[in-house]
Structure formats: C-alpha cells, structure tokens
C-alpha cells in the first residue's frame, strides 16, 4: 500500500464544489502535487508546490496542505473533471517519491 | 514546447529485460534544474514512480524496484533510458517517461512534462 493515501472514489454534483484528500506523514514535511489521469492520456499536472497551477490550467482547480494532508478542491466541476486523481511527494524517507493510490472522481 | 516519447518493444516474455527510451526534445536533459523519471500504471490501477536520474547520472530508484531497475542517461542523444530485467507477468503495465521538476530546497518534486506512455505486455 502506498505511503499516500486517498479515498478511492468521490462524487459532485456538476457545478458544486469538492475536495479530494492525500493523508501522509511525509506532507507534514513535503508538498504534495496533483494530477489528473484520464483512460488512454498521459497524466496533466494540474497543482505543485503550495499551491501552483501550471499555464492553461482552469482556476477552479486549486490546492492546499495542512499538517499530514494535502488537498485538491475543485470549485464548480465540470462533466470534464471527471477523472482520475493522484496526488505525489516525497516519501517517509525523504529520499523517493511516491503516488497516492489514486482517487476516481464521478461527476453527477 | 518540451516534448516527451517512449519507444521500445512492447512484447516480452517472462525473465526477459525490459528496454525502453525516452526522447526528449525542447529541452536539454543536462540542463541542471531537472530529474527525468519513469512511471508506470498497470492496467486499471494507480501510478507507480519508478525512478529518476539526474543528467550527471546520479539517480534514485523506487526501493520495490531498485533491484532490477537500471536508469541511465544519454546526453549525446537527449535521451535517458529504462531497464528493467527479469520481467514478469506483473510488470505489464504503460510506461510514461517524465520531466521532474523541484521547488527551492526540494520540499516538493513535481512532473511537468509527460510522454504518452507505452503498453509493455510481459506473457508467455
């Protein structure tokens, strides 16, 4: 099991707000960063750092860390937001990185 | 614009060595502010970081993996590279080549750039 862990699967309403969680020891050293997986695509890094979003990336999606828990909220989503969502940092041991274990995200 | 692409076969059998490249174009992979790493996802499941190397060939592996994986870099042809020996059924998966990126005083890593990723299926 991964070191990051996030709830397996999550659901909005379209146009409502959610956030997804990442709980771990190593966030209360480390920033997390996000990504969104859709079937067949390569990963788009939608957050990094405290809270960066990468040009092109839409300002609902936006982030935050506090103690061993980094979070992704996602302000009005959208029928495209339906995804998969991994968060990255380092792991306990400072020296590697490593993924959550990833959250679906369902779009009502 | 930073362009990522794997190649390599896409078929191996069992104890077979995995070979994979990683082409990058639009940015140099000595430029010292970058790792470039490998990730894979098997099918239907989550990502897994595989490791990264450093343009002066420094590198670090996921320790799941570490004994069989080898990342090495080819500055010549602005290429790093993957290999992974005695391969299994469970090393099927897609794998992505990716630019790392890292904040002041590393206190995050992040992948910036991403390639399309490229199925290896490992069966007999």
């Known amino acids: 099991s991964s070191e990051l862990t996030q709830d397996p699967t999550v659901s909005v309403t379209l146009g409502q707000t959610v956030r997804i969680t990442c709980q771990g020891d190593s966030l209360r050293s480390y920033y997390g960063s996000w990504y969104q997986v859709k079937p067949g695509q390569a990963p788009i890094l939608l957050i990094y750092g405290k809270n960066t979003r990468p040009s092109g990336i839409p300002d609902r999606f936006s982030g935050s860390t506090s103690e061993n828990t980094a979070s992704l909220t996602i302000t009005g989503a959208q029928a495209e937001d339906e995804a998969d969502y991994y968060c990255n940092s380092r792991d306990n041991s400072g020296n590697h990185l490593v993924f959550g274990g990833g959250t679906k995200l369902t779009v009502l | 614009q930073v362009q990522l692409q794997e190649s390599g076969p896409g078929q191996l059998r069992p104890s077979q060595t995995l070979s994979l490249t990683c082409t990058v174009t639009?940015?140099?992979?000595?430029?010292?502010?970058?790792?470039w790493s490998w990730i894979r996802q098997h099918p239907g499941k989550g990502l897994e970081w595989i490791g990264y190397i450093y343009y002066s060939g420094s590198t670090s592996y996921n320790p799941s993996l570490k004994s069989r994986v080898i990342i090495s870099v080819d500055t010549s042809k602005n290429q790093f590279s993957l290999k992974l020996n005695t391969v299994a059924a469970a090393d099927t998966a897609v794998y992505f080549c990716?630019?790392?990126?890292?904040?002041?005083?590393?206190?995050?890593?992040?992948?910036?750039?991403w390639g399309h990723g490229t199925l290896v299926t490992v069966s007999s």
């Open positions: 990716a630019r790392t990126n890292y904040g002041a005083g590393k206190y995050y890593y992040y992948f910036d750039y």
């Open positions: 639009g940015a140099p992979v000595n430029h010292g502010g970058y790792y």
